[in-house]
C-alpha cells in the first residue's frame, strides 16, 4: 500500500505524524511525505522520504509582520458553548481561518495533486490545517485521514459554524472555506464535503478526558513524543538534586512570529528564587535573549523534551501541542502561559480542570504569578497524581502500530473512483 503523509510546513505538525509514519513504513507499507520545498530537509531528518511540491519562502514575513493576530479574539477557537457564540463573531472567524488555511495551501495544491497523479497514493494522511491533503486524495480516489496535533476545536467550531449558518438569514448566508475550497475541488472535478475538514477518519491523541467530542468518525491514537533528532547530553545522566522545572517555549513564536509573548528573563529569574534546579529549554536565538541567568538556572539548547521531562517535577510553557502532550504522556503536571490563539486556552483550561496544572492568559503573566503557580505545584502532591492519572489514560491508547490495521481497513472501505474533469 502506498501511504501519502501531507503537512503545512510547521515542525509541530510534521512531529505529532512522525511516529505514525514509522509505524506504516515498519508495517511494510511505501510512505511519503509532502510539504513545501522550504521544509523538505526538516522531513529527511525524520528517516522518512521527502516530496516538495511547491514552494512557501513568504509565509515567515507574512506572520511576523501581523504578531498580532497571536493576541486577537478573533483567532481564538477556545470558546465552544453554543450560547456564547453568534452568526457574525463566528462568520469572521472562519473568513480569518479560511484566509490563513489559503496561504499555507495554495502554493501547495497544484504540486500536490501533481505528485498524487504520479505516484498514486492508495490513502492520504494529512494534518488539521493541510487541506490539499483530501483535495489530492479525491483526485486519485484515495482513502483519506486527518491526524490531529490539537484538541479538535476545528471539528467542533465547524461544526457549531454550520449549526449557526443553518440559522442566519438567506441573505447573510457564507461559508468562505467551503466556498474556497469547493472552488479549487472542482477546478480537479471533485467537490466540498464536510469530509474535507473532518476526514473519512480522524485520529485523535488526546485521552477521552482532554478530547472534544464531535461528530467526526475518530479512531484513539497514542502521542509517542518525537522532538526532531537528538542527542541526549552528559549533565542529564545524573538525578537532580533539587525539583526540576523546565521551562519550554516551543519554536513557532520565534521561527514564525519574531519572538516569544512572555518575558523569558523575569520569569527565570522568579522561579529561581525557589528551592529548584530550573532548566531553560530553548532556541539558539531564545538563548541569546535571555543573558546572565541565576546559578540554580541552567540555559541549554536543543535538549530533547522527551528526555527531559521524565526528571522533571513542572513545566512552564507556551501551549504550543508538542510540549503540552510530552509533559502529559510523562505525567508532568503543567503551567501554561499562552496568549488566545487556536486551542492553546482550552487545552490548558482542561489541565487545570482536571488538576494536573495551572493556566495564566498572556496579559495575567507576571513573574510573581508563574513563581507562585510553581510554589504551588510542588507543594501540591495532588497535581503529580492527577497529572500522573492522565498519563496513564493517554499510554492506554493503541500505539501508532496498532492503528496501522485501521488504516488498511478505512483503505478498503472508503478507496473510490478517482474525480473526473
Known sequence: M??????????????????????????????????????????????????????????????????????????????????????????????????????????????????????????????PLTYSGPIAAGVVGAAHARSLCFADVWAMKRQLFR?????????????????????????????????????????????????????????????????????????????????????????????????????????????????VEVVAALLPAQVREVGAVPDNVRVVESVPLHALLPSCSALIHHGGFGSYANALVYGVPQMTVTTTVADQIYRGEGLARQGAGLLLERTEVTPGKVRDGIARILADGSFRQNAERLRDEACSRPSPGAVVPVLEQLVADRRTDPWTV
Open 163 to 275: 449549526k449557526l449558518y443553518d440559522e442566519a438569514p438567506q441573505e447573510e448566508r457564507r461559508d468562505p472555506l467551503g466556498d474556497w475550497l469547493d472552488e479549487r475541488a472542482r477546478e480537479f472535478g471533485g467537490r466540498f464535503t464536510e469530509e474535507f475538514t473532518t476526514g473519512q477518519l480522524t485520529l485523535d491523541p488526546l485521552p477521552d478526558s482532554l478530547a472534544i467530542a464531535t461528530d467526526a468518525r475518530r479512531a484513539p491514537v497514542r502521542f509517542v513524543p518525537y522532538n526532531g533528532p537528538a542527542v541526549v547530553p552528559d549533565w542529564l545522566l545524573e538525578p537532580p538534586e533539587r525539583p526540576r522545572v523546565c521551562m519550554s517555549l516551543g519554536a513557532s513564536n520565534t521561527e514564525r512570529y519574531g519572538g516569544d509573548y512572555v518575558p523569558k528573563s523575569d520569569l527565570l529569574a522568579a522561579v529561581a528564587e525557589l528551592d
Open 2 to 127: 502506498r501511504v501519502l503523509f501531507a503537512t503545512i510546513p510547521e515542525k509541530s505538525h510534521l512531529y505529532c505524524m512522525t511516529p505514525i509514519m514509522w509505524a506504516m513504513r515498519a508495517a511494510g507499507h511505501e510512505v511519503r511525505v509532502a510539504s513545501c520545498v522550504e521544509f523538505v530537509d526538516t522531513i529527511a531528518r525524520t528517516g522518512m522520504t521527502a516530496v516538495a511540491v511547491g514552494s512557501n519562502d513568504t509565509i515567515t514575513a507574512a506572520m511576523s509582520a501581523n504578531r498580532e493576530t497571536q493576541v486577537e479574539e478573533r483567532v481564538s477557537f477556545n470558546e465552544l458553548d453554543p450560547a456564547k457564540l453568534n452568526w457574525k463573531d463566528e462568520l469572521e472567524r472562519i473568513t480569518l481561518a479560511a484566509y490563513g488555511s489559503a496561504m499555507y495551501n495554495e502554493p501547495m495544491i497544484d504540486g500536490m495533486v501533481e505528485f498524487a497523479r504520479s505516484w498514486q497514493p492508495d490513502l492520504v494522511v494529512w494534518d
